[in-house]
């Protein structure tokens, strides 16, 4: 067992256009309600009546297009990227193709979740490095900042390989590629990774995940840590099932 610390990534900000703030707003038409006239006013004289037509005409049905401008113009508000806000919409466009507008989406909506993965792959290589960066670092030192000088360490090597679409796309880092670059990072960054906050990190997940207890996962980190360096055990790139030892943790 063996945490991905590193590779937990997360876009931040430039994901908020698929907030449920912002989805739960398209297809929202209708004017807002009439202001109260004041109390002392003079009431208002009886309206003409219309005259009453033979049928009504059916109300207009949204259809996923009809929402191109309010997802964009959103989208676009949050991030100044227009050319990630089409890609975004692209993706919104395929996924919710048979959406009913009139109704507001939930979180529980896996349509949802989702647009957030699909416009992560399809549409991270549309943002300015800076942003991607910034998304990176954020989601790897995870609010603590004994871990920046790994972080920026790891971003560096990184994108000597990958290209910016590939942070937005966890697949590319697990495959044979990704796991090269990370090999690599992991020989470039060595020893910066903090040794008690990986214990730390590692031990959590351990106790969490096996239902070890903490005897059992300090014996397995003893033992991963004499055959593997800290940067390994954090990344994931070590073979674990190579490590002697670990089956006598009990």
């Known amino acids: 067992m063996v945490p991905r610390i590193m590779f937990r990534l997360a876009f931040g900000n430039v994901l908020s256009l698929v907030s449920l703030a912002t989805l739960a707003s398209l297809g929202c038409g209708g004017s807002a309600e009439p202001a109260a006239a004041p109390a002392n006013s003079a009431p208002a004289p009886a309206p003409t009546p219309a005259p009453v037509a033979s049928e009504k005409p059916a109300p207009k049905v949204e259809t996923v297009e ?26 919104f ?25 699909q416009t992560s792959k399809a549409c991270a290589g549309k943002l300015p490095e800076s942003e991607v960066k910034a998304s990176f670092l954020d989601a790897c030192v995870e609010g603590d900042k004994s871990k920046s000088g790994y972080c920026e360490c790891a ?49 959590e997940v351990c106790v969490k995940n096996t239902g070890g207890t ?37």
């Open 66 to 91: 009809d929402q191109r401008q309010s997802f964009i113009g959103s989208c676009v508000q949050k991030t100044r990227q227009q050319e990630f806000c089409e890609c975004s919409f692209e993706q």
């Open 214 to 250: 903490d005897a059992v996962c300090n014996c397995r980190w003893t033992k991963l840590k004499k055959q593997m360096t800290v940067e390994e055990i954090v990344a994931g790139t070590g073979d674990v099932a190579s490590v002697k030892g670990l089956k006598e943790c009990k």
């Open 93 to 117: 466009k395929v996924i919710f193709k048979d959406a009913d507008f009139s109704k507001p989406l939930t979180d529980s909506d896996p349509r949802v979740a989702e647009l957030q993965s």
């Open 155 to 203: 971003w560096t090597s990184l994108r000597k390989t990958l290209s910016i679409a590939d942070f937005g796309n966890e697949s590319a880092l697990a495959d044979e590629r990704g796991l090269a670059a990370r090999k690599t990072m992991v020989t470039d960054c060595k020893g910066k990774y903090p040794a008690e906050v990986a214990k730390k990190e590692f031990l």
